[in-house]
């Protein structure tokens, strides 16, 4: 099973440019959300989505923007990089929340992404 | 709102020694609870959960982590570390309203020396 597939797993940017971290899930998961890692900083929330065309923010959001098209895939774009992205990336999906009707709230990781921004 | 903190942010530890690392939340509601692991270069994976019932959770290499309601503390624990369970850990918290997100602690950073 692949599970959460991150691309790509490692980035260098420039400052002002733009890119798209990919991520796609074949679990057929409704939750997905990125987040990112910094040292020290644990994980931070920047956007989920609860399913297809629905979306919010999370603790982190600007500079980011994401849209769920389908169930499987949710990108995280980058608009106009800055040296305080530099970072890992992780996208994360789960069946359902934590004391729900479906699921346990478990979310499963993708292996990652590491942006630097110059 | 919820928040976590992990008490913590490196714990040195022999080989074969027990080991407790430290998590506390902050919630006015419900609350679930969840430790991952992350080993060097890798994403996180589950360790354990707590979502209601007993408070004395087991899970995954030998973990259990205790959910205590009153001290609002959900603490991992290990009677004996090997060398393999040097990684990073993560306490998270969610509630019934988080809608699929967790709130992530800062990190625990395990070392196991032989």
């Known amino acids: 099973n692949a599970g959460v597939t991150q691309t790509p797993k490692f980035q260098v940017l420039k400052t002002g440019q733009s890119m798209t971290l990919q991520c796609a899930q074949d679990m057929n998961h409704e939750y997905m959300s990125w987040y990112r890692q910094d040292p020290g900083m644990g994980l931070r929330l920047i956007h989920y989505s609860v399913g297809a065309g629905i979306t919010d923010q999370g603790e982190v959001p600007n500079g980011y923007n994401v849209s769920r098209s389908t169930t499987e895939d949710f990108p995280l774009r980058l608009l106009s990089a800055a040296p305080s992205q530099t970072s890992v990336y992780f996208c994360?999906?789960?069946?359902?929340?934590?004391?729900?009707?479906?699921?346990?709230?478990?979310?499963?990781f993708g292996e990652g992404s590491r942006l630097t921004v110059l | 709102a919820q928040s976590v903190t992990q008490l913590d942010s490196q714990v040195p530890v022999f080989e074969e020694a027990p080991v407790e690392l430290r998590c506390n939340y902050s919630s006015s509601v419900s609350v679930y609870l969840f430790w991952y692991v992350q080993y060097p270069n890798q994403g996180l994976q589950l360790l354990l959960k707590y979502l209601s019932g007993s408070t004395l959770v087991k899970g995954i290499n030998g973990f259990e982590a205790e959910f205590n309601k009153s001290q609002t503390s959900f603490h991992l624990r290990k009677p004996s570390v090997h060398i393999s369970d040097t990684a990073e850990y993560f306490c998270?918290?969610?509630?019934?309203?988080?809608?699929?997100?967790?709130?992530f602690g800062q990190g625990t950073t395990l070392q196991v020396k032989p």
């Open positions: 998270a918290v969610s509630t019934s309203s988080n809608t699929g997100k967790l709130i």
């Open positions: 994360a999906s789960s069946y359902g929340v934590a004391g729900g009707l479906r699921g346990t709230g478990e979310l499963f």
